[in-house]
C-alpha cells in the first residue's frame, strides 16, 4: 500500500487525460448537455413558429396549404442558419 487511500497510480501516467477525452467531449457535463438541448429545441421552434404564421395566413388568404409549407421552409432554414451559428462558435478555435 504505497500509495494513499483511494488513490490510483494510473492517473498519473502523462498518456491520460484527467477527467475529459482529449476532444473534449466530456467536457462541461449537464450544462453543456443542457446547452446543445436548448439549440435543439430553438430549431424546433423555429420550424413550428414559421409554419403556425404560414397556417394563420393560409386561413385568411384561403390559400391552404401553400403558405403553411412556405412557413415550415422558412422556419426550417432559420433554424439551420441558428444551428450553424451554434455550431460554429462551439467548435471556433
Not at 491520460?16 to 424546433?44: S, W
Not at 394563420?56 to 451559428?85: E, Q
Request: aromatic share 10%; charged share 20%; proline share 5%.
Amino acid at each position: 500500500m504505497a500509495g494513499a487511500a483511494g488513490h490510483d497510480p494510473e492517473d498519473d501516467r502523462p498518456d491520460r487525460a484527467p477527467e475529459q477525452d482529449r476532444d473534449g467531449a466530456n467536457g462541461g457535463g449537464p450544462i453543456r448537455a443542457y446547452g446543445l438541448l436548448g439549440i435543439g429545441f430553438e430549431f424546433l421552434a423555429s420550424i413550428c413558429v414559421f409554419g403556425a404564421i404560414g397556417w394563420w395566413v393560409d386561413r385568411r388568404l384561403n390559400t391552404f396549404p401553400w403558405l403553411t409549407l412556405a412557413g415550415g421552409a422558412l422556419g426550417f432554414a432559420a433554424g439551420l442558419t441558428l444551428l450553424i451559428r451554434a455550431a460554429r462558435s462551439a467548435f471556433k478555435d
